[in-house]
């Protein structure tokens, strides 16, 4: 059961999409509509919604000015995340996946 859904939440929340098409389920908007970035976090504390905690990851795209790859998907140690040696991305086409600053 859980106690909470825009605060913490204590328990598991499972989502049911209630149509046949790609239009339900969890969807996050960028922090920006064109230039900003999102992030899905895991395995992050229990306690406490800021910093970071040992073995926490990201799941994230990237601001439109990233130098990198604007606009690209990137898997990463949330500790990692701003080191561009240590992650595995995907450019914003689709075309390019990247693991640990190797291209594949």
């Known amino acids: 059961t859980t106690t909470s859904f825009a605060g913490v939440t204590s328990g598991n929340i499972q989502i049911n999409p209630t149509a046949a098409s790609y239009d339900d389920g969890l969807k996050t908007a960028r922090s920006d509509s064109i230039t900003g ?10 306690t406490s919604n800021i910093g970071v905690i040992v073995g926490q990851w990201s799941i994230f795209t990237l601001p439109s000015n990233h130098v990198n790859i604007p606009l690209g ?5 949330t500790s990692e995340s701003n080191d561009n040696t240590r992650r595995l991305q995907i450019s914003a086409d689709g075309n390019t996946l990247t693991f640990n600053v190797r291209v594949l």
Request: hydrophobic share 40%; charged share 15%; net charge positive.
């Open 37 to 46: 970035n999102v992030t899905i976090q895991l395995g992050c504390s229990r």
């Open 73 to 77: 998907f990137k898997i990463s140690l």
